[in-house]
Structures are given as C-alpha cells and as structure tokens.
Nanobody
C-alpha cells in the first residue's frame, strides 16, 4: 500500500506562485505514475497534470504554460510548480498515484486559494 502526503498549499494573490509537494511512501512500483487533481467547490474533480516514472507529462489545457509537474524518483516525491495563478485555480489539490495510471492512491488534499 502506498501513502501520499501533500504539502505547500496556501493563500496567494493573483499572478503569484506556489509549489506543491507530494511524498509517497510504501511499496512503490517502478512504473508508478503520479499526478495532481483538483476540486473546486461545486465542481467535479479534474486532472491537472500527471507524470510517468520516465518523466512523460500531460497537462489540462487550463494550466498549460503556467504549471509544471516534476518528480524526484530517488525521493518518491512529485512537485507541482504553479505560476501566474488565477482565482479560478482555487481548489483543493489532491496528489494521486497508481501503477501505469493515476487514481488508485490518494493524498488528503491541500487547499490552494488565489485571492487578492
């Protein structure tokens, strides 16, 4: 079983930046995919970005060019660098992982609020 623990959320002004981190522990397969979802109030949870163990990435259209996902396999940690944040980025951000695809394991979530 894999445990995921997020950190790095908070309150930021529009145009600002935040970096989220997610540390994985437990039995992690070499083909473990990691990623970030978010859920805003009254909306469905959506995939923001994901990264394979080899470093291949995918992003939601709404964050392309502003967010960057990366991972440190030696530390079993995935990061989400968020730049040029907008009020519509406000949500609870969840780390997720799984063998070959995300969605199996989940973190507890971290709140990101973009507001002046």
């Amino acid at each position: 079983q894999v445990q995921l623990v997020e950190s790095g959320g908070g309150l930021v002004q529009p145009g600002g930046s935040l970096r989220l981190s997610c540390a994985a522990s437990g039995r992690i397969a070499s083909i473990y995919v990691m990623g970030w979802y978010r859920q805003a109030p009254g909306k469905q949870r959506e995939l923001v970005a994901r990264i394979s163990s080899g470093g291949s990435t995918n992003y939601a259209d709404s964050v392309k060019g502003r967010f960057t996902i990366s991972r440190d396999n030696a530390k079993n940690t995935v990061y989400l660098q968020m730049n040029s944040l907008k009020p519509e980025d406000t949500a609870v951000y969840y780390c997720s992982g799984g063998v070959l695809r995300v969605g199996t394991d989940w973190g507890q979530g971290t709140q990101v609020t973009v507001s002046s």
